[in-house]
């Protein structure tokens, strides 16, 4: 049994390790795409093709089920592949939608029609791949009316994570808050459309004020996965081990990991 965790490099750690906390008998594969990150300058066909080997290697790996914990591989690649690649017996799942129904106040797999809901004002802080592919905007309109909404593409971000400099990585995300506040002046929400950013939630929380209320994807989804599981338990594979998979330097990645989650984290090359 095991459930596959992808994310470009590390930010999909964020997600693995709330999925861990809830979910602690499931083995988990974590692939970090690390010498192809950042994704969010990359175009649509090229974040394609990556996403799609990186699932072709946590299959073999013995997972029959994928969580997308990158919203620009979920924005960009996720309904191609979904349409056109995943075989029929396997499932890969993005990040976008628990999100999505926690904002708009609804239920699991909720398809009732778009309807008024209590915020108003909107920013999303996102890869500039994911602001330029307007999915968010797209997901959210199928279930609320009278949202608006203002993106902010925050380059850099993920690049000065993935170096560990987080004191640029601080700098740029008050900029890129203050960018969005001259658009929208007072936001009442605001969602982390990265899984990098939850390791700066504090710095977009203290930039945006107390009064924001900040949405991060890691405990939506992993509560989304539990009830996700319990209705499809045969989607939880065979693979027996969990594991962390690289394309970059296992040693430099498990260093930066292990920094992130605050406990030992060992990766092999994939
Ligand atoms: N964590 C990825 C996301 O959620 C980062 C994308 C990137 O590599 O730029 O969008």
Same mark, same amino acid.
């Given at each position: 049994m095991a459930v596959g965790i992808f994310d470009s490099g590390l930010g999909g750690l964020t997600v693995l390790d709330a999925v861990a906390k809830r979910l602690?008998?499931?083995?988990?594969?974590?692939?970090?795409?690390?010498?192809?990150?950042?994704?969010?300058?990359?175009?649509?066909?090229?974040?394609?093709?990556?996403?799609?080997?990186?699932?072709?290697r946590m299959f073999e790996a013995g997972c029959d089920l994928v969580i997308l914990a990158c919203n620009t591989a979920s924005a960009a690649a996720l309904r191609r592949m979904?349409? %056109?690649?995943?075989?029929?017996?396997?499932?890969?799942?993005? *990040?976008?939608?628990?999100?999505? /129904?926690?904002?708009?106040?609804?239920?699991?797999?909720? %398809? #009732?029609?778009?309807?008024?809901?209590?915020?108003?004002?909107?920013?999303?802080?996102?890869?500039?791949?994911t602001v330029a592919s307007r999915a968010f905007q797209r997901e959210?309109?199928?279930?609320?009316?009278? *949202?608006?909404?203002?993106?902010?593409?925050?380059g850099g971000v993920v690049d000065a994570? /993935?170096?560990?400099?987080?004191?640029?990585? /601080?700098?740029? *995300?008050? #900029?890129?808050?203050?960018?969005?506040?001259?658009?929208?002046?007072?936001p009442e929400a605001a969602i982390l459309g990265c899984t990098h950013y939850p390791l700066m939630d504090e710095v977009f929380q203290d930039a945006l004020g107390a009064d924001v209320a900040v949405y991060s994807q890691a405990n939506l989804v992993a509560a989304s996965l539990e009830d996700y599981l319990k209705r499809r338990p045969e989607m939880i594979g065979p693979g027996t081990e969990s594991m962390f998979l690289t394309t970059g330097d296992p040693m430099k990645? #498990?260093?930066?990991?292990?920094?992130?989650l605050r406990r030992k984290i060992t990766f092999a090359a994939a």
């Open positions: 602690p008998d499931v083995p988990l594969v974590y692939f970090g795409d690390n010498a192809n990150a950042p994704y969010g300058v990359r175009d649509a066909d090229d974040i394609y093709d990556l996403t799609t080997k990186a699932c072709a979904q349409e %056109n690649w995943v075989p029929t017996d396997k499932r890969v799942l993005g *990040v976008f939608v628990p999100l999505i /129904e926690a904002l708009t106040e609804r239920q699991w797999g909720d %398809n #009732s029609p778009p309807r008024e809901v209590a915020v108003k004002h909107v920013a999303l802080f996102a890869t500039p791949a959210l309109a199928f279930r609320a009316i009278g *949202v608006d909404v203002e993106a902010q593409a925050c994570i /993935e170096e560990g400099d987080m004191i640029l990585a /601080e700098a740029l *995300v008050r #900029s890129h808050v203050d960018a969005l506040k001259r658009k929208m002046p007072k990645v #498990s260093n930066r990991a292990t920094q992130f």
